[in-house]
């Protein structure tokens, strides 16, 4: 069965926590991801090393600079951002779905 992907809107240490469990449990997951570092460590490198070092990262974690691409395919969207974050992350005017 071919399972649409939850996304997570966010990508530190909350967020790729979340992401771990889910893929652990078979699920894929699209992080959202302001950082262009930590978005080419988790999906070159398989790891998330600024905000959860140490821990291999399955490979159905996605990492993804636009928010479009992240939450187009997603039966859930979850957000994990930093409270301050968090207006900028539900401008829902920026998402086109």
Known sequence: MNKRPFAILGA?????????????????????????????????????????????????????ADIEQTVSRAEIVLIAVPSFAIYQALDLSLIHI
């Open 12 to 64: 530190g240490n909350a967020a790729t926590a979340l992401a771990l469990l889910l893929a652990r449990h078979g699920r894929p997951v699209h992080l959202y991801c302001i950082e262009e570092d930590v978005m080419r460590d988790i999906n070159m490198n398989a790891c998330n090393t600024k905000y959860l070092s140490g821990v291999k990262l399955p490979k159905l974690i996605r990492a993804f």
